[in-house]
């Protein structure tokens, strides 16, 4: 991981990312502030929930990732930080940190099985997919971003293979910490993590 990757993942604010125009399975990334708020807070287990699943069910589907998952996976590698400060007296938190644990498994086999096939290099930097011509409209369009979809190249090859690699970087800057985390319950979950690393 380079210098300058891992400080922009590091340093990254929600309000840096156009969540509305980046794709994800079922549209756009428009609501994602909205469940990284309430997966930070940590204070209700419904709405945790709900908003889990509008983010994992839009970040992946079918092994397939999405122009708003590696950002996504900078979120949510830091929620899972301060669910696992909290998870001791919260068992919202509690109930986060595993099923965060069990994503991020998951998204890095899809790197994984991704990189092992063939592909383009990945774009130089990760701030490189918010560049203008990466983005897709201001105002969102269902029809017209499903002509858009039709198109022989909706990615190109190596901003769709950015991805995937840059998913993965999202949770590498992260590898110390969860290599210092003294929870013995997660041991083996963050193990796992740490495998596909």
């Given at each position: ?16 990312v156009p969540w509305h125009r980046l794709t994800t399975a079922y549209g756009r990334g428009t609501d994602f502030p909205t469940h990284f708020k309430t997966l930070w807070e940590m204070d209700d287990l419904d709405a945790v929930k709900s908003a889990l699943y509008e983010l994992t069910t839009n970040m992946e589907h079918q092994s397939t990732l999405w122009h708003a998952t ?128």
């Amino acid at each position: 991981m380079t210098e300058e990757n891992k400080t922009y993942i590091m340093n990254l604010t929600v309000a840096d990312v156009p969540w509305h125009r980046l794709t994800t399975a079922y549209g756009r990334g428009t609501d994602f502030p909205t469940h990284f708020k309430t997966l930070w807070e940590m204070d209700d287990l419904d709405a945790v929930k709900s908003a889990l699943y509008e983010l994992t069910t839009n970040m992946e589907h079918q092994s397939t990732l999405w122009h708003a998952t590696p950002f996504g996976m900078v979120f949510l590698t830091r929620i899972l930080m301060e669910a696992f400060e909290k998870e001791e007296a919260n068992c919202v938190a509690h109930f986060l940190a595993d099923e965060l644990l069990d994503f991020m498994t998951f998204i890095l086999q899809c790197f994984h099985d991704g990189d092992e096939m063939e592909h383009a290099d990945p774009l130089p930097f990760f701030f490189d997919m918010l560049k203008e011509e990466y983005l897709w409209s201001e105002e969102y369009d269902e029809e017209e971003d499903e002509m858009r979809y039709e198109e022989d190249e909706v990615f190109p090859d190596d901003l769709f293979y950015s991805f995937y690699y840059y998913s993965w970087q999202a949770v590498l800057a992260y590898k110390d910490k969860l290599e210092q985390c003294q929870l013995v319950e997660y041991a083996p979950k963050i193990a796992k993590v740490l495998a596909e690393l």
